[in-house]
């Protein structure tokens, strides 16, 4: 059995500043964890996948995310926020899908 | 182009009625799965399939039941017994199971009037 919790259903940033969008996890197995993002009228799509390679896992549109064993936590971050990542980010353990959290971004 | 379709992209249902969600991928996957969104709620697993003529239920399988006669194909039939069937409902597919990369349709959005 797996579950996840995403800490924040809502997170508003600056363009230019840092994105920090958090995870927690609990999972029976070894975790499979995914982050996916779904832009307004469209399909979900995969940002980035932890394979137990490395714990910094980098994906696309520059984004990445740190698995951290002791704390169950995955949390996605991205150095600079741009207006097209306006989105909403989901973490993923196997096929449970967190609540999603929704990210603002202004000018 | 390889990728998974869902038609119709929107559906309307009388209350009462039973409707069926296409879902096909061409990926030659042999895990699909079917969602339900819900603002607020993410996704919830409502069935997954990981090989032909097999399936399990998911989180919130009452109301709902699937076929997989094909390895291509995957549908959905929301029941009358499904009590709150208005919903955006999403197919996925991976090569595997779900320790696999899943890759989504476009989702069908069902109001039922």
């Known amino acids: 059995a797996q579950s996840v919790t995403q800490l924040d259903s809502h997170v508003s940033v600056s363009e230019g500043t840092p994105v920090l969008l958090r995870c927690n996890y609990s999972s029976s197995y070894s975790p499979s964890l995914f982050w996916y993002v779904q832009h307004p009228n469209k399909g979900l799509q995969l940002l980035l996948k932890y394979t137990s390679a490395a714990t910094l896992v980098k994906g696309i549109n520059g984004f990445e995310a740190e698995f951290k064993k002791s704390e169950t936590s995955f949390h996605l971050t991205k150095p600079s926020a741009h207006m097209s990542d306006a989105a909403e980010y989901f973490c993923v353990v196997r096929d449970t899908f967190g609540t999603g959290t929704r990210l603002q971004v202004t000018l | 182009d390889g990728g998974i379709t869902q038609s119709p992209k929107y559906l309307f249902r009388k209350e009462g009625q039973n409707v069926t969600l296409s879902c096909e991928q061409n990926?030659?996957?042999?895990?699909m799965y079917w969602y339900r969104q819900d603002p607020g709620q993410g996704l919830r697993l409502i069935y997954y399939s990981q090989i032909v003529n097999d399936f399990q239920k998911g989180d919130i399988a009452e109301g709902y039941s699937v076929s997989r006669e094909k390895k291509e194909s995957f549908p959905l039939t929301v029941t009358s017994a499904q009590k709150n069937p208005t919903a955006f409902y999403l197919c996925a597919s991976s090569t595997r199971g779900s320790t696999d990369t899943q890759y989504f349709g476009p989702g069908t959005r069902l109001t039922v009037l």
């Open positions: 990926l030659n996957h042999d895990a």
